[in-house]
């Protein structure tokens, strides 16, 4: 089974600048996260989708990010424009979706885009 | 928000030893998950636990849901320099299924 797909793996870019990162879920995954992971600590959650619907986006700065999940499967999230302190690795996870299935809580995660901003 | 504070925050081990690491809440929580981390990777799904006083057994790892329910162990026995990595404990927030993290514990395993 395929596991969480994520690109670019890293992206060097000047601040002010625009970036967009790209996520393909596990096949069958209802549910979609992303995360933001700084230096030395554990990922945050910036937003998750359920399908293509925004289940929870309080975490994230939407002045400047952005994410969508047009067709309920793959996922982008953008940053307009990009600040010092958004360098960091951006992470995508997928789950299960169902109530009533304790594996639904597991999550699993792609290899991250590690972003630098300059 | 909720917190889950991880200890300890670092640790140097020669192959081959044992090793305890835990994640304490000061809310309760009804599952605990432990990752494991390599550099330049994502965190990988180590063990899930859904009852408490729970053990649950994955190679030479072994993980434990506290009894009360605000804290979880994982032990490692017998480290291989592939133990090398940050573990990370989480927990899930509300019923949206979300979780929060620890802040990581940092394995070296010394040959």
């Known amino acids: 089974e395929a596991g969480v797909a994520q690109s670019p793996r890293y992206k060097i870019i000047e601040k002010r600048q625009s970036v967009a990162f790209w996520c393909n879920p596990i096949s069958g995954h209802a549910t979609l996260y992303w995360y933001q992971q700084i230096l030395g600590q554990g990922p945050k959650l910036l937003i998750q989708f359920q399908n293509n619907g925004v289940v929870d986006d309080s975490q994230l700065p939407k002045d400047r990010f952005s994410a969508e999940r047009l067709k309920g499967v793959d996922s982008t999230l953008k940053i307009q424009p990009a600040k010092l302190e958004d360098s960091a690795v951006y992470l995508c996870?997928?789950?299960?979706?169902?109530?009533?299935?304790?594996?639904?809580?597991?999550?699993?995660f792609g290899p991250g885009t590690r972003l630098t901003v300059t | 928000g909720q917190q889950l504070n991880q200890s300890p925050q670092s640790m140097f081990i020669q192959e081959g030893e044992d090793v305890s690491m835990n994640c304490t809440s000061s809310s309760i929580f009804n599952t605990w998950l432990w990752y494991k981390q390599d550099p330049g990777e994502g965190p990988v799904l180590l063990i899930a636990l859904y009852k408490a006083g729970e053990l649950t057994s994955n190679g030479r790892l072994t993980a434990q849901f506290g009894i009360t329910r605000k804290d979880s162990f994982l032990n490692i026995s017998a480290s291989i320099p592939s133990d090398v990595g940050i573990y990370f404990c989480?927990?899930?927030?509300?019923?949206?299924?979300?979780?929060?993290f620890g802040s990581g514990t940092q394995l070296t395993v010394l040959p």
């Open positions: 996870a997928s789950s299960l979706f169902s109530m009533a299935v304790r594996s639904s809580y597991e999550q699993y």
């Open positions: 989480a927990g899930p927030l509300g019923s949206a299924r979300q979780l929060t």
